[in-house]
């Protein structure tokens, strides 16, 4: 019965797109807020998800800033790979940089924010970014521990005294 009620509540808290004087931010939060609620009471994590990702698509529909859509889900204590990943989903083509510099900011880790890109995928069912977008992105590729060394093919030990030498009839 509780469920249905905060079911409920949910739905009407959602469909309302100017409910609230301060528009999409207090109708984010307090989305989140009851869906942190309905999710205590139920088993599993599936539900907080779903609340979480429709409350982030209308507030990106509703022209929220997507570090401050961010920092809000962050905040109520939302999964930060979720909150990322649905905010690239709804974002579109969002700028990577820019997400990840205030993500970093509120100290979530890069390969966070770098899976969460990988990740995403649109409404027509196709990646958002590309892996070589993704590569690209200063802000992700900057601390992830990626060095050139590790690719280079290793040194072949050379022996302390060669055990013949060439002489060449041209030297003089």
């Keep these: 019965m509780i469920n249905k ?35 205590n009471s139920e088993p599993e994590e599936l539900y907080e998800e779903i609340i979480l990702e429709r409350a982030i698509k209308k507030a990106i529909e509703e022209e929220g800033p997507p570090c401050e859509v961010m920092k809000i889900a962050i905040d109520l204590k939302y999964n930060a790979y979720y909150t990322i990943k649905n905010i690239y989903n709804v974002g579109g083509m969002l700028d990577i940089d820019e997400l990840c510099m205030c993500a970093t900011e509120s100290g979530i880790a890069k390969q966070i924010i770098a ?4 990740d995403a995928i649109s409404s027509a069912g196709t990646p958002v970014y590309g892996i070589d977008e993704i590569a690209q992105a200063q802000c ?6 990626y060095t050139e060394a ?15 030498y060439l002489v060449s009839p041209s030297a003089p």
Excluded: H
């Design 5 to 39: 009620i905060i079911g409920i509540l949910f739905f009407l808290v959602l469909s309302c797109t100017f409910c609230y004087a301060d528009g999409w931010e207090q109708d984010f939060t307090e989305s989140l807020q009851l869906g942190k609620q309905a999710a």
């Design 140 to 145: 992700i590729n900057k601390g992830l521990g």
């Design 150 to 164: 590790l690719d280079a093919p290793s040194l072949i030990e050379m022996p302390s005294k060669p055990t013949s």
């Design 115 to 118: 899976q969460a890109a990988v």
